[in-house]
């Protein structure tokens, strides 16, 4: 596949960060959520030899990125068929919009993957983890979103809509730890028909084992 990598910028709105805004589900983050679909996706159809159908394109982020990530596949599903959203934000409002509307995707068939770590019965996160070098990320916030990724899955489940959850015990939320299972979903994304095929929600909920 042909990876694009948007960065993000610098700067924001007092002790808002750009990239909280532009990728939220806020007036901005439509306004950013436009800018993908209407600029920057044209403009790599246009330069490079690609296939441009929804089915074979799609949004992966991390964090807010995972919001955003899946607010690309569920607004704009014209440009976005499939979406990956490690350590998601996932919030009330979008949940509830999945639960009323969710039925619309089961024609669309998108490709979803959700992933996080956080504490578990099997591991907690450490306070401190020296690989992380200067980045230690925020080692308690996978656990404190874990109840909205819980609403997203029982949203997609209510409708019966396929998706792959993979939960990492004891994961950091920084890039350190979303690099350490990147592979997951790369390969849901972008595997062989056959690995989508064991890709329904109830098989689907895979927890790696605690070292």
Not at 10 to 17: E, F, K, M, Q, S
Not at 118 to 136: C, S, Y
Not at 141 to 168: C, K, N, S, W
Request: one cysteine or more.
């Amino acid at each position: 596949p042909i990876v694009v990598m948007v960065d993000n910028c610098p700067g924001g709105l007092g002790p808002l960060r750009r990239r909280h805004l532009e990728y939220g589900d806020s007036p901005v983050g439509e306004r950013y959520l436009s800018f993908l679909c209407d600029e920057l996706k044209p403009a790599i159809d246009k330069e490079f030899r690609t296939l441009v159908g929804p089915e074979y394109t799609a949004s992966m982020g991390a964090s807010m990125g995972g919001l955003c990530s899946f607010l690309a596949m569920w607004r704009r599903s014209e440009v976005f068929g499939n979406c990956a959203c490690l350590s998601p934000v996932f919030q009330a409002p979008l949940v509830a919009e999945v639960v009323f509307g969710g039925t619309r995707l089961k024609d669309l068939a998108p490709r979803i993957y959700i992933d996080n770590g956080g504490d578990t019965d099997e591991r907690r996160v450490a306070a401190v983890d020296f690989g992380d070098g200067i980045n230690p990320g925020y080692f308690w916030l996978d656990t404190q979103l874990q109840p909205g990724v819980d609403a997203m899955i029982a949203a997609l489940e209510l409708h019966d809509l396929q998706y792959e959850y993979f939960r990492d015990p004891g994961g950091r939320h920084n890039e350190r730890g979303w690099a350490k299972r990147i592979d997951r979903p790369l390969l849901h994304l972008y595997g062989k028909r056959e690995y989508r095929q064991d890709a329904r929600h109830r098989l689907q909920r895979h927890t790696a084992p605690a070292p």
